[in-house]
């Protein structure tokens, strides 16, 4: 099962621009996650900002919530050709036990 | 930080072969853990959850006869792709909670291709 969307599903920047990404959900949830994922490996976590939290930041990442839309934004500042890749937001629900729920992914291409 | 390790990282097998992939907690014990499939270009879907010692939960959609999960202690839990078939080539990832409202830890993930 997915949780929601993601958009936009690719993104292509040049280095020096920043990227947004946004990703909405369905259901209550106990925080939400983003996750980037270069071509063909494993997953990196990025952050993770709790149902109560509006905003968080962390080195270039900026991330909000907004539990009122179900959305959550992830801003990349001063992207590089290495932020290229794959990224995902992931939702947990509320009950316990239960598992991450991911969006479709945004690809964001940043080139030099 | 917690740890979770999959192996193998990736694998080949012909058509009607089964293959198993392990999905260990390295430095905790996890009662339950999750199997996600991911084909090309797609994100991850959740397939199962294991659970130690009881029968893993399918998600809508997953055949359990043909991916049989086994939780059988606190830091391991394996997947068995039974009569493997070029459709289910793919990658497959687990993952382990650790504590609630922390980050969960996904194994390396396996690339499964079937020939």
């Known amino acids: 099962s997915q949780q929601g969307e993601e958009d936009p599903q690719a993104l292509s920047i040049q280095e020096g621009e920043n990227a947004t990404m946004n990703c909405s959900y369905k259901?209550?949830?106990?925080?939400l996650q983003w996750y980037r994922q270069n071509s063909g490996r494993g997953l990196v976590h990025l952050i993770l900002?709790?149902?109560?939290?509006r905003e968080k930041h962390s080195g270039r990442l900026r991330v909000t919530l907004d539990t009122s839309k179900k959305s959550s934004s992830l801003l990349i500042t001063a992207s590089r050709a290495a932020d290229t890749a794959s990224y995902f937001c992931?939702?947990?629900?509320?009950?316990?036990?239960?598992?991450?729920?991911f969006g479709k992914g945004t690809t964001l291409s940043v080139s030099s | 930080g917690a740890v979770v390790s999959q192996h193998p990282s990736w694998v080949i097998c012909k058509s009607g072969t089964s293959v198993k992939i392990e999905c260990r907690s390295l430095?905790?014990?996890?009662?339950?853990m999750f199997w996600y499939r991911q084909f090309p270009k797609q994100s991850l879907m959740l397939m199962a959850t294991?659970?130690?010692?009881?029968?893993?939960?399918?998600e809508q959609g997953v055949e359990k006869d043909k991916f049989l999960i086994n939780h059988a202690s606190l830091t391991l839990s394996t997947l068995t792709v039974t009569s493997a078939h070029p459709e289910d080539s793919s990658f497959y990832i687990c993952?382990?909670?650790?504590?609630?409202?922390?980050?969960?830890?996904f194994g390396q993930g396996t690339r499964l291709t079937v020939v």
């Open positions: 294991s659970n130690e010692g009881s029968k893993a939960t399918y």
């Open positions: 259901t209550s949830i106990n925080n």
């Open positions: 993952s382990a909670p650790y504590k609630v409202n922390t980050e969960a830890f």
């Open positions: 900002i709790r149902s109560n939290e």
């Open positions: 430095d905790f014990q996890a009662t339950t």
């Open positions: 992931a939702t947990l629900g509320k009950q316990a036990g239960t598992a991450l729920i």
